[in-house]
């Protein structure tokens, strides 16, 4: 299964994704009940946690669990949201032109 999923993940790693069409992926997935009781599950279990023991290897650990589960809440926050993460580029002509 896992060699099946790898399969899959290096098929798509060299296509390029647009950030809108990652976001409408990722609310898809996490809108319907099923996706609704995983993030539940990791908001929970993981990302609401606070590591209180005295290894620093496993408080790193945890804190990268938690970047992933706030990387899956940012792309979901943005198909919900999208002018909220638009960035205004500015163009100025040069006024120093030939």
Same mark, same amino acid.
């Given at each position: 299964?896992? &060699?099946? $999923?790898? $399969? $899959?993940?290096?098929?798509?790693?060299? $296509? #390029?994704? !647009?950030?809108?069409?990652?976001?409408?992926?990722?609310? &898809? #997935?996490? *809108?319907?009940? =099923?996706? %609704? +009781? !995983?993030? %539940?599950?990791?908001?929970? *279990?993981?990302?609401? #946690?606070?590591? &209180?023991?005295? =290894?620093?290897? %496993?408080?790193?650990?945890?804190?990268?669990?938690? *970047?992933?589960? %706030? @990387? +899956?809440? @940012? /792309?979901?926050?943005?198909? @919900? /949201?999208?002018?909220?993460?638009?960035?205004?580029?500015? *163009? #100025? @002509? /040069?006024?120093?032109?030939?």
């Amino acid at each position: 299964m896992m &060699t099946l $999923r790898f $399969r $899959r993940w290096f098929h798509y790693k060299w $296509r #390029t994704l !647009v950030a809108g069409e990652l976001a409408r992926a990722y609310h &898809t #997935t996490f *809108s319907h009940s =099923d996706g %609704q +009781i !995983v993030i %539940q599950h990791l908001m929970d *279990s993981i990302y609401c #946690t606070v590591y &209180t023991g005295n =290894d620093p290897i %496993q408080a790193m650990m945890h804190n990268a669990r938690r *970047s992933v589960i %706030q @990387e +899956i809440l @940012e /792309n979901i926050d943005m198909a @919900e /949201n999208p002018r909220k993460y638009e960035i205004k580029v500015e *163009s #100025t @002509e /040069n006024e120093h032109a030939a």
